[in-house]
Structure formats: C-alpha cells, structure tokens
C-alpha cells in the first residue's frame, strides 16, 4: 500500500504536469495536472488513508476533465482567424536565391513553383499573400 502523499507534493505534481504541458500542447498534462491539483484541495480538507486513492482519484478527475473539456478546447485554440491578414507590400521586384524570393530585404516562399528558375534571377512580386509571394505570371 502507497503511503498517504502529502498536499504540497500533490501541488508540486500538478504545477510539474501542468508545465509539460505548456511545452508539448497535448491537452492531456494539462488535464493532469489539474488532477493532481484537485486532489491537493481534497487532501487538504478531507484526508486520505492511501496514497494510492489519491492517485487513482488523480486520474479520474483527469479522465472526465479529457472527455468533457478537451474536445471544446482543441477546437477554440484550432480556430482560423477570420481576420484577413495585412497586406504591406503591394508589388515590386524581387530576386530568387536559394528556392525562395528575396524581396524588400526578406526572403519569401513562393505560391507558384520557382525551382526552374536560376539564382540571381529577377522576378515581379505582385502581392504578398499569407506569408507568401504572389509572382506576375509570364505571358
């Protein structure tokens, strides 16, 4: 039988998971972590006889908190923003180096494939459109 775990180290627990989390974007340690912080709370006003309750409640309250919460959350943190993103350069002329667009002193990818084309050649930017130059075609 597990030993009763103390309340600060049940708060250490859940702050730890709950830093993995920030880190790897799962939404499972986070849900972890609030587990073990829960119980921390629980432990702190009604006490445990077994260390191994406090675990196994632990994950309980993590389980339902996945199946209820996680889905809601990935989807309001997956949202596209409807926001049209600003347009700073209209056109201009630009150079292509090393499979990319070098132009007004950033490099660029390309919407159209560029890979034909040889280092220091000159091409037309007419836009740039989410993080990606929009090149005059040839006529």
């Known amino acids: 039988m597990i030993e009763v775990i103390s309340v600060s180290y049940l708060i250490a627990i ?25 119980i921390s709370l629980i432990s702190y006003i009604y ?7 406090q675990i196994a409640l632990a994950f309980v309250i993590a389980l339902l908190s996945i199946f209820l919460f996680r889905k809601s959350l990935l989807t309001k943190m997956s ?15 630009g150079i292509v180096q090393e499979g990319m667009v070098n132009f007004d002193g950033t490099y660029w990818k390309a919407e159209t494939d560029i890979s034909m084309l040889k ?11 989410n993080n990606m ?7």
């Open 14 to 38: 859940g702050i730890l998971l709950i830093g993995i989390e920030a880190l790897l974007f799962s939404f499972v340690f986070l849900f972890l972590g609030i587990g073990f912080l829960s």
């Open 47 to 53: 006490p445990f006889e077994s260390g191994l309750a």
């Open 79 to 93: 949202k596209e923003s409807d926001v049209k993103e600003e347009r700073s350069h209209v056109s201009g002329m």
């Open 119 to 129: 280092d220091g050649t000159r091409v037309e930017v007419v836009d740039v459109i």
């Open 133 to 139: 130059v929009v090149l005059k075609e040839e006529s």
